[in-house]
């Protein structure tokens, strides 16, 4: 089993429509999350984190985290084409300091 | 001013040299790490290293191998160059090793094998 695991895209959604990301993880332990965003030929930029149960607004962007099911995912609101990237769920494990990252949902905003 | 930067942005080289990529923070963060990102662009951790100790050694070849001369820099040089090794390699860094803390990444190196 993967350790995240991201669904499957591309993800199309039309300008001004909310795109919706979703991650779950194995490691229970697991403490801290954070979205990345990556466009084509570029590195991953943060763009949220979420440590605790609920939800957390930063702009267009929400992130939602259920420890007890092992779930977290972004909302993008009013999505613009400029959103059009690669989203990277990364989930971090407090015993080894490791990062680990989903392969990622690939999202484009049609005009 | 550029927070972690990586060079070359290139490299295309041929089977069996030997390549070093560089990787510089200017944010005064303690910790640094080196990833590989595939071709299905599934991002990997290689090695970590907090104030200059090793704190993550993933299973890579052993051809590889990170060095770094202080907390702001974190070099890695491969040996015996393969086929396989074609990726993009990052260079992150983060204030600490603790679970919170989010890391920055370089730009990448865009790593061929001929």
């Known amino acids: 089993q993967k350790e995240v695991e991201q669904n499957s895209g591309p993800l199309s959604v039309p300008e001004g429509a909310i795109a919706s990301l979703n991650c779950t993880y194995s490691?229970?332990?697991?403490?801290?999350f954070f979205w990345y965003r990556q466009y084509s030929g570029k590195s991953p930029e943060l763009i949220m984190s979420i440590y605790s149960n609920g939800d957390k607004e930063d702009g267009r962007f929400t992130a939602q985290l259920n420890k007890a099911s092992q779930y977290v995912s972004l909302l993008i609101r009013d999505s613009q084409p400029s959103d059009s990237a690669t989203y990277l769920c990364?989930?971090?494990?407090?015993?080894?300091?490791?990062?680990?990252f989903g392969a990622g949902t690939t999202v484009t905003v049609r005009a | 001013d550029t927070a972690v930067s990586q060079t070359p942005k290139y490299l295309v080289t041929q089977m069996g040299n030997d390549k070093s990529i560089k990787c510089e923070q200017n944010l005064g963060h303690d910790t640094m790490y080196w990833y590989k990102q595939d071709s299905k662009k599934f991002l990997k951790i290689m090695f970590s290293y907090n104030n200059k100790e090793l704190i993550i050694n993933e299973t890579v070849p052993n051809r590889f191998s990170p060095k770094s001369p202080d907390k702001a820099h974190l070099n890695l040089h491969i040996n015996s160059l393969e086929l396989g090794d074609s990726a993009v390699y990052f260079c992150?860094?983060?204030?600490?090793?603790?679970?919170?803390?989010?890391?920055?990444f370089g730009d990448g190196t865009r790593l061929s094998i001929l």
């Open positions: 992150a860094s983060s204030q600490g090793a603790g679970v919170n803390q989010p890391q920055h």
């Open positions: 490691d229970r332990v697991s403490q801290s």
């Open positions: 990364a989930v971090n494990n407090p015993n080894d300091y490791k990062l680990s």
